[in-house]
């Protein structure tokens, strides 16, 4: 598989933004800035998209090693906080919260292990990775 994002920055630095094209996502509608602001929900920027995309592949990592072990999964939620300088990304912080009857404990931090050491986007970013793994039946 391939995706292909292009990015296109008008104006300067400090007061631009840019913005994505993608053929097959609705990512293409997204505006990133640089040093966005909190309360600003009208952009995004690269740490929240590294983000973004850690989550995902993480679960879909766990969901697919715990349905391959026959575990049925009713609820995975995963967060994920990048923590960045001004010119480096240090961490990934992973905090899943999941819903599944029939399993223990020990099985399920087992599995959410697996999936850290597993999953292409956090094997790519080669960063310090966290994970707190949460289980609720």
């Keep these: 598989m391939k995706a ?3 990015a296109k920055w008008q104006g300067n630095f400090k007061s631009g933004s840019g913005s994505f094209d993608a053929v097959h996502s609705t990512i293409g ?3 990133f800035k640089h040093n966005k602001k909190e309360e600003e929900n009208t952009a995004t920027n690269p740490e929240e998209l590294m983000a973004a995309a850690h989550a995902a592949c993480y679960t879909m990592t ?4 715990l ?3 026959g575990i049925e999964v009713e609820t995975l939620q995963t967060s994920c906080t990048i923590t960045a300088t001004s010119f480096d990304i240090t961490n990934s912080d ?3 919260i999941a819903v599944i009857p029939n399993i223990s404990e020990v099985d399920f931090k087992k599995y959410a292990e697996q999936a850290k050491e597993m999953c292409p ?3 790519a970013y080669n960063l310090e990775i966290s994970l707190n793994a949460e289980l609720k039946q």
């Design 4 to 6: 292909k994002i292009t």
């Design 29 to 31: 509608k997204s505006v």
């Design 62 to 65: 766990l969901n697919y090693i």
């Design 67 to 69: 349905t391959s072990n």
């Design 94 to 96: 992973l905090d899943v």
């Design 121 to 123: 986007v956090g094997k």
